[in-house]
């Protein structure tokens, strides 16, 4: 089951498009705003769709598209009143996959949907498998597995080891690791980002394997081990 965030301050449109939704079988997210939006994005790293307005309130769909745009790739359909070519273009320009005026008829945007879902899924398109040594991340069915054994994790670390994985056997500061996981509006200390590192390391290492590093003065590097050092 796929699931769509839909980022909609309009009451009415956003109860109708989660019926809509929930009835062609998908699950279905709601925010009202643009800071809302981004957050409910950020702890839900299994939505498929974003279905964003361009007119919100907090952050703009303009702006909560170029931040998404900075980390991800998730498919996003712009939906809007405004019908200039140059808001279009704008759109498009910052990252958007498709575009769609209101009012609209209910079967067209569930057609685009189902397009940018296809285009999700095609082979190549989207590395769905990370492994380091024996820990594997599948993305597609939001699993973490070390020697074929199923780690239960919140949101937030699965994203923070999710992070890590993608970027194995590269240091990644403490200011991008919060940036990506907490988001750039994270006004919180750093010490939450070692606590995370910490809980994730009582998870996934043991005495035999040393998975995440800390790199003094910098950040973290997850880094695959040869033979010998395993």
């Known amino acids: ?55 919100l309130p907090k952050m703009d769909g303009l702006e909560l598209l170029r931040r998404i745009r ?47 879902l ?14 380091i040594n024996n820990l594997k991340l599948d993305t597609k069915a939001h699993s973490v597995l070390k020697d074929d054994q199923f780690i239960q994790l919140s949101q937030r670390e699965y994203k923070l080891l999710l992070v890590l994985m993608k970027h194995a056997d590269q240091v990644i500061s403490r200011d991008e690791l919060l940036d990506e ?19 994730l390391r009582e998870k996934i290492d043991d005495s035999k394997t040393e998975l995440i590093h800390t790199v003094r003065g910098i950040g973290y590097t997850m880094r695959h081990m040869d033979e010998k050092q395993a």
């Open 1 to 55: 089951m796929a699931t769509v965030l839909v980022i909609e301050d309009e009451h009415g449109m956003d109860s109708y498009l989660k019926t809509e939704l929930q009835f062609e079988n998908y699950q279905v997210l709601i925010a009202y705003d643009g800071v809302a939006g981004l957050q409910m994005y950020q702890d839900n790293p299994q939505i498929d769709v974003i279905l964003l307005d361009w007119m």
């Open 70 to 116: 900075k980390n991800d790739d998730v498919p996003i359909i712009m939906m809007t009143a405004r019908d200039y070519v140059s808001d279009k273009v704008a759109g498009l320009d910052y990252g958007a996959d498709d575009y769609i005026t209101k009012p609209f008829k209910i079967e067209e945007l569930m057609a685009r949907i189902r397009v940018v």
């Open 118 to 131: 296809r285009r999700k899924g095609q082979p190549g398109n989207e590395i769905t498998m990370y492994q």
């Open 181 to 199: 996981v907490w988001g750039t509006n994270y006004e919180g200390g750093t010490n939450i980002l070692d606590v995370y590192i910490r809980h």
